[in-house]
């Protein structure tokens, strides 16, 4: 009988989208093969403290795990190999490998991965650089532009700058774009954060949301167009799924449309269409994770305007959303992928990272 791999599924974690993580990590929990891997859930509350949860899996979801888990500290040194609990320092829990089940800022930024780098253990996706280039939009775009890949216009600012002097920034806004234009946290996801602004009152107020989570915000010009996606998996060699496009029951797919409708925003997978356009996007996916260095996973979003046909590459997310409403399973089930072989392959491909790494 083949032993069974050591694996720590992260779960949580201090960002905004804290709850999202929560929603990922129990559909990863109840789909993972159980005759492969021991599982060890660790939770990391909103102010960072680490925990082991040996409860139900069902309580993940509704945040009652933090009542009932065990406080636990992850050592940076690699002699150690795993954790330890805060009350039995002498037990060590071996860890084989790592799937941090997190989104946002010190989850899926590099902040994460750097740790277990020092801590010499395979973990499931992108590492450092390729983590905080893809959480950065900012950078992305810088990225992406110097790969001639094709975006949509945007303009980004410091918190600061705004502060010292807001008309010049909001000018400059306005003389660049028409409305609406799109206003965001430069280091987020799952649409918290966005705003859709039609005139002037409604982008300050966008920005003052996006700076509630960001010290940087990105503008963007408004694409009257189909929002498709792709998922990539791979690691020296990724492959792109087929396509699925979003229809938002909101004005745009926004948190509330991706999580709190109950699936009212309608997911079309395949996406309808020509088999020349959907391979174009499907190439532009993979330029953009190859150009982020991503490793095991990426979703990456497109606009395709309806006016003109054209395309926009959006943005990478290197550890999209895992609930059961998420496009990256699904895409992946439609390219005949099951959830459970995927997160197979996930971790499969961790390792084989680390040993191209490491030896």
Known sequence: ????????????????????????????????????????????????????????????????????????????????????????????????????????????????????????????????????SGMDKVISKAIFKSYNLPQCEYKAFLKSDYIEDMD??????????????????ANLGSSV???????????????????????KVLVEEFIDGLEIECAILGHNNPEASILGEIIPCNDFYDYEAKYLTGGQSEIVIPAPLPKEKSD?????????????????????????EKATGNIYLNEVNTIPGFTQISMYSKLWEASGVSYTDLLDRLIMLALERFEEIYG
């Open 1 to 132: 009988m083949v032993e069974k791999l050591n694996l720590a599924i992260l779960f949580g974690g201090q960002s905004g989208e804290h709850e999202v993580s929560l929603m990922s990590a129990t559909a990863v929990i109840n789909n993972i093969d159980k005759d492969k891997y021991s599982i060890y859930m660790i939770g990391i509350s909103k102010d960072g403290k680490w925990s082991l949860y040996e409860g139900d899996i069902e309580n993940i979801e509704n945040g009652s795990w933090e009542s009932v888990a065990k406080p636990i500290v992850f050592p940076a040194d690699p002699s150690f190999g795993g954790f330890y609990l805060l009350s039995n320092p002498e037990k060590i829990y071996k860890v084989d490998v790592v799937f941090p089940v997190m989104h946002g800022p010190k989850a899926e930024d590099g902040t994460i991965q750097g740790l277990f780098e020092l801590a010499k253990i395979p973990y499931v996706g992108s590492n450092v650089v390729a983590s905080s």
């Open 168 to 185: 010049t920034i909001l000018n400059d806004i306005e003389s660049g774009f028409n409305y609406p234009v799109f206003v965001k946290p």
């Open 193 to 215: 954060g966005i705003s859709k602004c039609y005139d002037r009152e409604e982008l300050i107020a966008g920005i003052d949301e996006a700076l509630i989570y960001d010290r």
């Open 280 to 304: 174009t996007i499907r190439s532009i996916a993979i330029e953009a994770y190859r150009a982020l260095d991503c490793s095991g996973l990426a979703r990456v979003d497109f606009f395709i």
